[in-house]
């Protein structure tokens, strides 16, 4: 008890109690202090287990053992932990969410409460929860905690009890690959921390990227290419800005859905065909694919279920957490099932379920059909729990005999009347097989293949995979395509990114205006505006006005754009009392939110001021100059300055990527070869300048001449540097560039020519006319924040005053 308590806390936590003083021969020995949340509870000394050791009241020994039992069982499972089973990482040590293994395990956390009832009110427990209650662990708990049920509240004992079965998540520094087994190693490796079993949460993220895969799966199966279609959507969709085909090869694991994301890309693969949670290997097979076929249904409603399975001769390895063994089966008949030595009372009826299924060797499911009509998506479910209560056709399919390893209610080494024939222990070890070397294909329906030889293997066919995955999905997941819109599951975030899809895709927004006006939008399309505005009374109001009005003008008039948006969603949601057409209001409210969309764009979420337009306060990004569209594609904030042209900013939307050298030559070639583009940024720094001192508008005829005299070929770029003084001089010569003496720039490199720029226009602080510039390309949102404070010596292309714009020494440099 001692080291228990040394190992926790330097002062744990007791039940307020008289019979043990605050102070004992100078030693203290608990504390006034009460724990958050406990009023019943005191700190107390390590000292305090001596104490009651020698002055604390005689307990019977069962008592005792009950007491203590879990945390020997912590201690005892930490000393069987073998040095091997240690598998350290490069990484350094960091806090890590892992999972705390209870003494007794695998009890679902669904389980928890309906277990708990069960091992304490037996009688008055309901139907529900005597089926989720874990027996294996009702058996258990009743063994531990019985001798304490005459000292304890009900409360104390329900606190016991889950303690003992409940699953916790905590933040622990690791340096190490853990699972359950490795218990508690943490505490030695990173510091005073409790000694816990833990296990690793990487399910977690598999889960996630497996949700994800499975829309995207949904998605392309309801379009005419499901495989063109998964490709397109792993370079469309992003997480954290880094394409999702990126992504796929740091996915662990390869559940069904993430091993066609996998077989795409060519990703290594370490799990081949998997039924729920077992994964299976074709360590030998001799033989050929078949295929049979079962009329399933009751009266009129019928229907021909059809399924797979192996000709011949083969052996599979199959792995479940710890478990793991050998199936041999021939046809659809299973031979023998060789198991590695499990602990005693080991639940195997899942693991064996799944074989059944694997081997197809049940009747009833694949020979005759269910005695209740069960609809074709909820077959495979169903074959589960139908064969979890009626255990007949198990019995057939592994054997019965007085003598064995394995009882009849499929726990590992209980004692029975009988036992299962065909399950015994391998005399080897049994050893994990990995499938990272054969090659896999993806059909066009996305049923994965595996490549043998001359022949393929059909590994996972599409039509059999449960589409149930409720876990949420990946951090920092982003969608660009209409397509993928429907996988936002708030409808006001996808209100918001179709808005500014459309708003800024004319073409788009005008194929689905007529679609909707003739009646031929497609329900998948429909759903992007399902859901999205309050009690509908005017869908058939607003596709009247969709067909009345003239829709071919939408890119020249941005306030129709948010008309057509308006009108799509009423028409799009169904009326609740339909047959009653009302006209259409002039603004409606969001669906649960107090926000509203208005038709003229002048209030709401969606408003338009004569200049640009604003989607929830963010300010879209009109068309650019045909000049910049090709430059632009890419979303990067574009920071340039040669002594040429003095200075020009471009920029896009996105403007927080960091700039590279590759975009900095492709600009200079693009400026330094363009007259065109030269005589542009000329007018956008000159063109309206007048007073005393401006320039008149006869002054921009100039530009022509002047940039016929520049040489303006891409090799002056990186070997000449005296052109880039020649054509300064020129410019200053019309009074186009600062007058400064340029003398000092000979000799000087390319990049310390730009530095000098740099230098010379924070002197002059052109400021304002880099505002201007950016006005006149319509990029208002980025003129508003633009300063040239950060230019300094000793860091020239310092940071802009805007959010996340980095900027370095190196950028400018050529290659």
């Known amino acids: 008890m001692r080291l228990n308590s040394n190992v926790r806390k330097r002062w744990p936590i007791i039940s307020k109690t008289n019979k043990v003083p605050f102070k004992f021969n100078g030693i203290q020995l608990k504390t006034k202090e009460e724990e958050i949340g406990e009023a019943k509870c005191v700190r107390a000394s390590v000292f305090v287990p001596d104490y009651l050791s020698k002055y604390g009241d005689g307990t019977e020994i069962e008592i005792a053992k009950a007491l203590i039992k879990p945390e020997l069982d912590k201690v005892d499972r930490f000393l069987h932990i073998m040095h091997t089973d240690v598998q350290y990482n490069e990484f350094h040590p960091y806090r890590k969410r892992t999972k705390i293994e209870p003494t007794i395990e695998d009890v679902a956390p669904a389980s928890v409460n309906a277990t708990i009832a069960m091992a304490f009110l037996p009688n ?171 009329l399933c249904g009751m009266g009129q409603a019928q229907y021909v279920h059809q399924y797979k399975w192996w000709e011949g001769k083969e052996t599979v390895f199959f792995e479940n957490g710890f478990i793991k063994g050998y199936v041999n089966k021939e046809d659809r008949r299973i031979v023998s099932v060789e198991l590695n030595s499990l602990p005693l009372m080991t639940n195997l009826r899942p693991v064996l379920l799944d074989l059944m299924f694997y081997c197809r060797a049940a009747e009833t499911g694949f020979d005759i059909d269910f005695p209740l009509y069960i609809i074709e998506e909820r077959r495979k479910r ?30 590992y080494g209980e004692p029975s009347s009988g036992y299962l024939e065909k399950v015994s222990v391998c005399a080897s070890t049994v050893q994990p097989y990995s499938i990272k070397s054969w090659d896999y294909r993806v059909g066009k329906d996305l049923t994965v293949y595996k490549k043998m030889g001359n022949r393929e293997i059909e590994v996972q066919d599409i039509a059999e995979v449960e589409f149930n995955m409720r876990a949420p999905y990946p951090n920092g997941v982003s969608f660009s395509e209409l397509e993928h819109f429907n996988l936002y599951t708030s409808s006001i975030v996808r209100f918001s990114k179709v808005t500014e899809n459309l708003l800024t895709n004319t073409k788009a927004l005008k194929r689905y205006l007529d679609d909707m006006g003739t009646g031929n939008l497609a329900e998948k399309r429909l759903k992007l505006f399902k859901v999205t505005v309050e009690t509908n009374k005017y869908s058939m109001g607003a596709m009247k006005r969709i067909r009345e009005e003239d829709w071919s003008d939408l890119e020249a008039q941005p306030a129709k754009r948010i008309k057509g948006i308006y009108l799509l969603n009423l028409a799009a949601n169904p009326e609740t009392r339909p047959g009653r057409s009302m006209a259409v209001p002039k603004r409606i409210r969001l669906a649960n939110s107090n926000q509203y969309i208005s038709e003229n764009g002048e209030s709401g979420v969606v408003t338009f001021n004569g200049k640009a337009i604003k989607v929830f306060e963010k300010k879209l990004c009109p068309k650019m100059p045909v000049v910049f569209k090709d430059i632009l594609k890419q979303p990067l904030y574009e920071h340039f300055l040669t002594l040429h042209v003095a200075i020009t900013i471009l920029a896009s939307n996105d403007y927080h990527l960091a700039f590279n050298s590759y975009a900095a030559d492709l600009l200079k070639y693009f400026v330094m070869s363009s007259r065109e583009t030269v005589g542009i940024f000329f007018r956008l720094k000159f063109g309206k300048r007048t007073g005393a001192g401006g320039r008149k508008s006869s002054e921009t005829k100039k530009i022509p001449r002047i940039a016929e005299q520049m040489e303006m070929t891409p090799g002056h770029l990186t070997r000449s540097p005296s052109t880039w003084i020649r054509n300064y001089r020129l410019l200053n010569h019309h009074q186009l560039c600062p007058t400064q003496p340029v003398n000092r720039l000979r000799g000087k490199t390319l990049d310390e020519i730009l530095v000098k720029s740099l230098q010379i226009v924070g002197i002059i602080n052109f400021d304002n006319c880099v505002r201007r510039i950016m006005r006149k390309l319509m990029i208002d949102d980025l003129a508003t924040g633009f300063s040239w404070s950060g230019c300094k010596e000793k860091r020239p292309f310092g940071d802009l005053n805007m959010s996340k714009a980095v900027f370095g020494k190196d950028l400018l440099k050529t290659s």
Not at 255 to 262: D, W
Not at 397 to 409: C, E, M, N, Q
């Open 382 to 411: 169903y074959f589960f729990e139908y064969h979890e209560k009626h255990p007949q056709d198990l019995f057939k399919a592994f054997g019965v005999s007085t003598k064995g390893i394995v009882s009849l209610d499929c726990y």
């Open 124 to 294: 008055f427990i309901t139907p529900e929860y005597f089926r989720a209650s874990n027996a294996l662990a009702v058996r258990e708990l009743k063994n531990q905690l019985r001798p304490l049920l005459k000292l304890k509240t009900t409360s104390d004992i329900i606190h016991q009890a889950r303690k003992l079965i409940a699953t916790k998540t905590k933040w622990v520094p690791s340096i190490v690959d853990i699972n359950p087994r490795l218990a508690e190693i943490l505490h030695y490796v990173c510091g005073p921390y409790h000694l816990l079993s833990v296990g690793n949460l990487g399910e977690l993220n598999q889960m996630s990227y497996e949700r994800l895969f499975q829309d995207i799966v949904k998605v392309c199966l309801n379009s005419g290419d499901p495989l063109g279609s998964f490709r397109s959507s792993l370079d469309s969709i992003h997480i954290f800005e880094t394409p999702l085909r990126e992504q796929v090869f740091h996915v662990p694991g390869a559940r069904p859905f993430t091993l066609i994301a996998k077989a795409i890309v060519g990703a290594p693969i370490d799990v081949e065909s998997r039924v729920r949670e077992t994964r299976f290997v074709v360590v030998d097979s001799v033989g050929n694919m078949k295929q049979s076929a079962l």
